[in-house]
């Protein structure tokens, strides 16, 4: 049983520990309209990992992809989703919807 509570308690403090830590980033959101992200420009300070909101208004889901980024995530229709990104370097990052790559594109600016 002791050995049990000494390997549980750590992993116990360490969850709580990163739950607190995620909390306390800022945020930033994109919305996706008429597959169309606005703003099309974001503004991010370098060197501070934060998280990025994304709400799509539109009926069909819309997928937030980013090569530059190296993520990835789903979007459905009415609903948000979102990404933990950063630390970044500064300069621009650029990313799109994939269902919509045509009209659905923007850039992250990290200065």
Do not use: C, W
């Not at 992993?11 to 919305?31: C, F, G, I, N, W």
């Not at 889901?61 to 979102?82: A, Q």
């Amino acid at each position: 049983m002791r050995r049990v509570l000494s390997f549980t308690a750590p992993v116990l403090l360490a969850l709580a520990a990163s739950t607190a830590v995620a909390r306390d980033l800022p945020e930033y959101k994109l919305v996706i309209k008429n597959h169309i992200y606005q703003p099309s420009e974001l503004k991010v300070p370098a060197g501070v990992k934060f998280k990025l909101i994304v709400h799509n208004e539109d009926a069909t889901p819309e997928e937030f992809e980013s090569t530059d980024l190296n993520r990835e995530k789903i979007v459905l229709p009415n609903s948000s989703s979102f990404v933990y990104l950063g630390p970044l370097r500064a300069g621009h990052y650029k990313f799109f919807g994939d269902f919509h790559q045509d009209t659905a594109q923007g850039r992250l600016i990290v200065e």
